[in-house]
């Protein structure tokens, strides 16, 4: 931003710190009026650990002022204990709020704008530098809305995304300061565009994971670092007040440079006074000051940051899909249940002795090809590797939501793999396939009508999820929320059921390792994740995807783990990757990426959470996969799908004309203004809104409700005879509606290969 240099005050026989603005700053039409506005701004602010402004002015077209000088390095350059950097963001802390509370944002915050001095104690004594730059919050005219003009290592998320900054953006710089006291470097190193990124999209690091000692202290920088605004910290004394007790313990020194002053705030060694100019720049010296050595130092910028460019890969586009309808074939696994209303039954065939242990996932997107392909609609094949067809059960849960209280009405119905669940007075009842013992009532006989699952009384959140193998077999494995603790039962090859083995329950399983209370559950392609009450989630099954979230693992994660990511409200997985809600309707995505499910602008896999573009006060999401044919190969596609502002979004495969090809970033989906529900599952995406289901999509089954089978439904179609919908699901060609008075209809691939393409009721 400028240059500092050490000048005298030949009136007052003083010394003090010239900052003047750099050149390239000289082409702004409005940075006279701008410096001159901040400046006063400056100059006003009266704060023990804010740096005295003395003088401003503009001379020859360049801006400049003065302010006091301090003898002592800045906080990049000092070596602090853990204690004297909590108390050195304290008083940051104090003077960031001060300036606040008088509508100044600095927007700059940074170890460098940090002096530290000694008082006579020798205790620390932070001064904030540059208030220069500031903006004022209140006067729009002057606020540059798109300009970043803070170091990119330690600007907030929003200011990157083009947002105003707030004090709220202030604390977000100060804990990436925090974070690069302790540790020795920014939380995201990089090139610029690498660092913007991850600041919109990544997940903080741990302090811990390089000052094990200070794990204490990861809470209170990961929530001041929280990608929304409003789920940090009310203010910065609040955030300084939790670090200094986290940090109370006292630790060794910081590595880095000995004591000694910076150059930018002492003369040069060696170096006399030169009063006929300022620094090495050839700046004359301005009127009524004398240059007293010639040393100076230029702020740093991104440009000078350690080169780790953004992974780039290969992008996987999905092949163009044929101009007539889809080839969707039957599912030819499917056994047929005798009984009207229900899912075919999955393949009773067990596994084959040279199936691997743990799968593996399959080819996460097909490769760009000028031939037809299709979406096989709940089918089990031979594949290249792993592949899911698995319903999601959206999750949208209310903040704590207590033992036997209903959880949001989305999580009362499940459905994947030929298997259907749904809660009804706090009862679970299951039917359909049982090959794994699915269906939770000691057996693994199909039942063709629904049976209640005993042992389990307040139940508030039901999830089915399935996973396909490559020796053409397939595992369907259920999961619950009752009395405030998971349980799980079914296929388990990947440890999805949480209990520690690999053996399949055909009945409930406490899944333990899970502290305090469960308010949501999910599970699928192997992984198996849980929220708690106090919003902490936990993942565990199938890793080598990354969905379990907690990075790279070869092997199956045999017992809840906790994953860093912090106010979780919402969990849903499947196709090998978990999406999560956050308070303050943040979306992060993690696992799989082939077909560009992670919402992040690329198609690398992630194997910790990252924050989706481009939409913001997401309410619900679900995700669903699907086998993808391409010229002979099958290829796993995975679909999300969330509400944002009341409208759908999706990204991922796309399954329809409009959205052919995969999206990397969210796309709105015409049409759905007023959603409260999602469903999506092997190209079939459902709404509920007021009472009514919408569906689009595949309908080679009629799951879509539209007569018309051999067609795909392009834009969300109205369900007849759906009215008081408060739950739906889709999943393997089959979709369900559960009413206000808990009566349940079907319609879709019901028996087997029939396709029914209205609603029918169901009997439970």
């Not at 950097?85 to 704008?113: F, Q």
């Not at 789920?231 to 109370?248: E, G, I």
């Not at 209303?341 to 997107?365: K, L």
């Not at 994953?563 to 196709?575: H, I, Q």
Request: with cysteine; net charge negative; aromatic share 6%.
């Amino acid at each position: 931003m400028g240059e500092v240099y050490l000048v005298t005050n030949p009136s007052l026989s003083r010394r003090e710190a010239m900052k003047i603005l750099s050149v390239s700053g000289q082409g702004n039409g409005n940075l006279g009026q701008r410096f001159m506005t901040e400046a006063q701004i400056a100059a006003g602010l009266t704060h023990s650990s804010i740096v005295t402004v003395y003088r401003y002015g503009i001379e020859d077209d360049t801006p400049w002022f003065t302010m006091a000088y301090l003898d002592g390095p800045d906080l990049a350059e000092a070596t602090l204990s853990p204690t004297e950097i909590g108390a050195t963001i304290t008083e940051v802390a104090d003077a960031l709020d001060y300036a606040h509370e008088r509508g100044v944002v600095h927007r700059d915050i940074k170890p460098s704008n940090i002096v530290i001095t000694r008082r006579r104690d020798n205790s620390v004594h932070a001064t904030v530098l540059d208030f220069g730059i500031a903006k004022l919050a209140t006067n729009p005219d002057l606020t540059a809305v798109n300009s970043l003009v803070g170091t990119a290592a330690y600007t907030a998320p929003e200011v990157v995304s083009g947002r105003t900054a707030t004090a709220a953006s202030d604390q977000y710089s100060l804990a990436c300061t925090v974070y690069a006291s302790l540790t020795g470097q920014p939380p995201f190193v990089g090139e610029l565009p690498a660092i913007l990124h991850a600041h919109v999209a990544a997940q903080p690091p741990l302090v811990s994971a390089v000052r094990p000692e200070l794990a204490a202290a990861d809470r209170v920088v990961q929530r001041a670092m929280s990608k929304a605004p409003a789920q940090r910290y009310p203010d910065c004394q609040s955030f300084a007040n939790d670090l200094r007790t986290a940090l109370a313990a006292p630790g060794p020194s910081v590595a880095g440079h000995q004591w000694s002053p910076s150059p930018a705030y002492a003369p040069a060694a060696g170096q006399s006074s030169s009063p006929g100019h300022l620094g090495q720049s050839g700046y004359p010296p301005l009127p009524g000051y004398v240059a007293t050595q010639v040393s100076s130092v230029t702020s740093p910028t991104p440009g000078g940051l350690p080169a780790l460019p953004l992974p780039q890969g290969p992008a996987h586009p999905a092949p163009p899909l044929s101009a007539g309808p889809y080839p969707f074939p039957g599912p030819p696994n499917a056994a047929t249940v005798a009984a009207p209303g229900f899912y075919p039954a999955a393949p009773a065939s067990g596994y084959p002795a040279a199936a691997e242990a743990h799968p593996s996932p399959a080819p996460t997107g097909p490769r760009h090809k000028k031939r037809s392909t299709g979406i096989i609609v709940g089918v089990v094949l031979a594949v290249a590797a792993l592949v899911a067809v698995g319903a999601t059960s959206p999750l949208w849960w209310p903040d704590s939501t207590p033992t036997g209280k209903t959880a949001f009405p989305q999580n009362q119905i499940a459905a994947s793999g030929g298997t259907t669940c749904v809660i009804r007075l706090g009862e679970l009842y299951c039917w359909g396939s049982n090959k794994n013992g699915q269906v939770g009532d000691g057996s693994t006989t199909d039942r063709s009508t629904p049976v209640k699952v005993p042992g389990l009384t307040d139940v508030t959140a039901v999830y089915v999820g399935r996973v396909t193998y490559t020796d053409n077999t397939s595992g369907v494995t259920t999961c619950a929320v009752a009395g405030g603790a998971a349980y799980c039962w079914g296929h388990n090859r990947s440890y999805e059921v949480g209990d520690g083995s690999t053996t399949d329950r055909s009945s409930p399983v406490k899944v333990p390792g899970l502290p305090g209370t469960v308010v949501g559950i999910a599970t699928g392609f192997g992984t198996t994740c849980a929220v708690t009450a106090v919003k902490t989630l936990y993942c565990w099954g199938h890793a080598k995807t990354g969905a379990v979230g907690t990075g790279p693992s070869e092997e199956p994660i045999a017992q809840p783990v906790e994953v860093n990511l912090a106010d979780v409200e919402t969990v849903v997985t499947s196709g090998g990757a978990t999406c999560a809600i956050v308070t303050g309707g943040d979306l992060y995505c993690w696992g799989s990426n082939g077909t560009g499910q992670l919402g992040n602008g690329t198609t690398e896999m992630r194997s910790r959470p990252g924050r989706v573009l481009n939409i913001d006060d997401v309410t619900a999401v679900a995700i669903g996969s699907a086998i993808v044919k391409d010229d002979g190969e099958d290829f796993t596609t995975v679909t999300p799908c969330a509400i944002a502002a009341q409208t759908v979004h999706c990204w991922g495969y796309g399954f329809t004309p409009d959205s052919r090809g995969n999206r990397t970033v969210p796309v709105e989906v015409p049409g759905t203004d007023g959603a409260d529900s999602i469903t999506v599952d092997v190209g079939t995406a459902c709404t509920t809104s007021g009472g009514l289901v919408h569906c689009w999509g595949n309908n080679e089954y009629g799951q879509a409700a539209v007569e018309d089978t051999g067609r795909l439904v392009p834009k969300p179609n109205l369900v007849a005879g759906l009215t008081d919908t408060r739950a739906v699901v889709t999943g393997s060609s089959v979709t369900c509606a559960i009413g206000q008075a808990d009566e349940l209809k079907c319609w879709g691939a019901l028996h087997g290969s029939e396709k029914i393409t209205s609603p029918q009721t169901v009997d439970y």
